[in-house]
């Protein structure tokens, strides 16, 4: 095996590191969220990207919140590869397939953002600052609307 076998095993360790987890994970999607920050128009791929993005967060919620059953199990690293690559791959959209069918079902964002002191209070000090001014130049009903328009 020689030569043979030392350019296979090298040739793994390259390979290796965008077949993993990491590399289907982050360094696709990185790519690609780049590629449509970059990109002159605001279009599917904006959005494909940012509904990625927040299935990573829930996949990555339930690691972290399961972490002491999923180390028992020596097939999840797996079954999360496969996972990842079928939520990012174009030719599988199945980020759009999980966020249509179940996130957007059960997460319901306009529950949580109702009236106009909930979402102040969900902001950040500097915001809410803005937000005043915003109010004593313009109005509370132009506040109103802005809410309206979000929600």
């Known amino acids: 095996m020689g030569i043979l076998g030392a ?3 090298h040739l793994d360790a390259v390979v290796g590191i965008f077949l993993t ?3 289907v ?3 696709f999607p990185l790519y690609g969220s780049m590629r449509a920050i970059e990109s002159p128009s605001i279009a599917d791929d904006d959005q494909k990207w940012l509904t990625y993005w927040v299935l990573y967060s829930f996949v990555t919620l339930f690691e972290l919140s399961f972490w002491k059953i999923l180390q028992w199990l020596p097939f ?3 079954m999360k590869l ?5 939520l990012v791959l174009p ?3 199945g980020a759009a397939y ?3 069918n179940f996130v957007r079902k059960y997460v319901n964002i306009s529950n949580y953002i109702s009236r106009p002191k909930k979402v102040l209070q969900m902001m950040s000090l500097d915001a809410r600052k803005s937000v005043e001014r915003y109010i004593d130049r313009h109005g509370p009903e132009a ?3 802005i809410v309206e328009v979000v929600t």
């Open 82 to 86: 496969m996972l990842c690559v079928w």
């Open 98 to 100: 999980i966020y249509e």
């Open 25 to 27: 994970m982050l360094l």
């Open 21 to 23: 987890i990491p590399g």
């Open 91 to 93: 030719m599988f959209n």
């Open 7 to 9: 350019i296979a095993r």
């Open 76 to 78: 999840w690293p797996y």
């Open 143 to 145: 506040f109103d609307r």
